[in-house]
Nanobody, 117 residues
Framework: QVQLVESGGGLVQPGGSLRLSCEASGITFSSYRMSWYRQAPGKERELVAYITAGSDTDVADSAKGRFTISRDTAKNTIYLQVNNLKPEDTAVYYC???????????WGQGTQVTVSS
């Protein structure tokens, strides 16, 4: 049974930081592309950042220079360090694990990030 459990969200003031975590179980963690998505109220879910099995990373333009994705294979966990948060970063942040063949995406339950003064 595959489980992705996110944590680390919360209420933070503009300019603040958070570290989101996603612990995976039931998958061969190092073989999956792991991603962070977010969904703001009334908006489509969007890709924020991903890290491949080979540890290549990419971050959405809106998050470049502020968000960093990383993985700890020993802990089956990925992280999203989010700095200099803005009100428009307010969203539910979801962790996803992509199986290559056959292609399938697993999802966590999400963690709420609210940026407000």
């Amino acid at each position: 049974q595959v489980q992705l459990v996110e944590s680390g969200g919360g209420l933070v003031q503009p300019g603040g930081s958070l570290r989101l975590s996603c612990e995976a179980s039931g998958i061969t963690f190092s073989s999956y592309r792991m991603s962070w998505y977010r969904q703001a109220p009334g908006k489509e879910r969007e890709l924020v950042a991903y890290i491949t099995a080979g540890s290549d990373t990419d971050v959405a333009d809106s998050a470049k220079g502020r968000f960093t994705i990383s993985r700890d294979t020993a802990k089956n966990t990925i992280y999203l360090q989010v700095n200099n948060l803005k009100p428009e970063d307010t969203a539910v942040y979801y962790c996803s694990a992509r199986r290559a063949l056959p292609r399938y995406d697993y999802w966590g339950q999400g963690t709420q990030v609210t940026v407000s003064s």
